[in-house]
């Protein structure tokens, strides 16, 4: 069904009936007066007399009217159509969107400059989301297809299948549902990482006692000024360090230290395994992982640059070999 349009009228008009008015609304006063303070013969004689002159008045009032519109039209009003014209050749699939209109107030300019950032910035997360799927999609391939298959082979060689080989499928089933859980659970942290704010401040010091308990086999340590603290929020912050703990005790590290150089900088130095060249290139792609055999989801990096990025910071691999991730605080985070 479709939806009944309000008519609204358009801007030109309301522009042109406004300029009229003011500049009808002196001259019709003015008449007014000359007529209430004439008597009728002399207010008709006044007139033939001066009609070329009253005539040359409404000329120049029309036209003054004609050129004010236009102003307002050059200046406000097609600026404003050609804007829209923009934004929904952007809805319609257009990849690109111009705001580079010949002429327009200051304000419209910016108004179109800040629908560029935005559609730069949606275009941006729709390619991101694009890739993300496709990759979950190949993830969800494989364990899926391995449980598929077990559970067939059971299936159709129920009564001849020995008890080893059984077992064997079993625990096949059970580590390739634990991979999809483990999975599922990252790309839910992903999720909320998305949608995660980066108000509030997290002491280091709370952070390396929670990595403590969370993580026995790894010995954390802090290398900073006391009361020390990072412009993240507590639960971002620790969700972040987290992350980055996990990975390093996957990689052979027992160590993690936590270091200040700068009052916007924090690098998490690790003793495990230094980084390959190879790996270098694709650390910070979704799902990639060293350590698929080990439940690694490839994921763990990504929700923290996604939190990272919701406080408008960033991090990278500072050292391949000690492993050193650096995170650079916005000065408006």
Do not use: C
């Not at 209430?36 to 207010?43: A, C, F, G, H, T």
């Not at 008045?57 to 029309?62: E, F, P, Q, S, T």
């Not at 111009?98 to 327009?104: F, K, S, V, W």
């Not at 008890?163 to 909320?192: C, G, H, V």
Request: hydrophobic share 50%; proline share 5%.
């Amino acid at each position: 069904m479709s939806v009944r349009q309000k008519w609204r009228p358009p801007l030109a008009l309301i522009v042109t009936g406004f300029v009229a008015l003011l500049f009808v609304m002196p001259t019709f006063a003015m008449a007014v007066v000359v007529a209430v303070m004439k008597q009728p013969d002399e207010l008709i004689a006044s007139l033939v007399a001066n009609w070329g002159k009253i005539a040359l008045a409404l000329i120049v009032v029309a036209v003054a009217t004609a050129a004010a519109t236009y102003v307002f039209w050059r200046g406000l009003s097609r600026p404003l159509k050609i804007l829209a014209q923009a934004t929904d050749s952007v809805a319609r699939g257009h990849s690109t969107f111009d705001t580079d209109a010949p002429y327009g107030t200051r304000e419209v300019a910016q108004l179109a400059e800040d629908f560029s950032v935005l559609v730069r910035r949606l275009q941006k997360r729709s390619r991101y989301l694009e890739t993300l799927s496709a990759h979950f999609a190949h993830e969800l391939k494989s364990p899926l297809t391995s449980v598929r298959g077990a559970a067939e082979l059971m299936r159709d060689d129920a009564a001849a299948m020995e008890a080893p080989k059984r077992q064997q499928f079993l625990e096949n089933i059970i580590s390739d549902a634990e991979q999809l859980s483990a999975l599922a659970n990252r790309m839910r942290d992903l999720a909320r990482a998305d949608l995660a704010t980066g108000d509030g401040r997290a002491e280091l010091a709370a952070l390396a006692e929670k990595l403590s308990s969370d993580f026995a086999k790894l010995a954390v340590s802090v290398e900073a000024p006391e009361g020390a603290a990072i412009p993240l929020s507590p639960e971002s912050a620790a969700i972040v360090m987290h992350h980055i703990a996990d990975n390093a005790l996957r990689h052979g590290a027992t160590a993690l230290t936590m270091r200040m150089p700068q009052d916007d900088v924090l690098d998490l130095v690790n003793n495990g395994e230094p980084v390959s060249e190879e790996a270098r290139e694709k650390l910070f792609t979704p799902f990639f992982s060293t350590r698929r055999q080990e439940g690694g989801t490839g994921l763990g990096l990504a929700i923290a640059i996604a939190l990272l990025a919701s406080a408008n910071s960033t991090i990278t691999l500072h050292s391949p070999d000690p492993v050193t991730f650096r995170i650079r605080f916005s000065d408006s985070a």
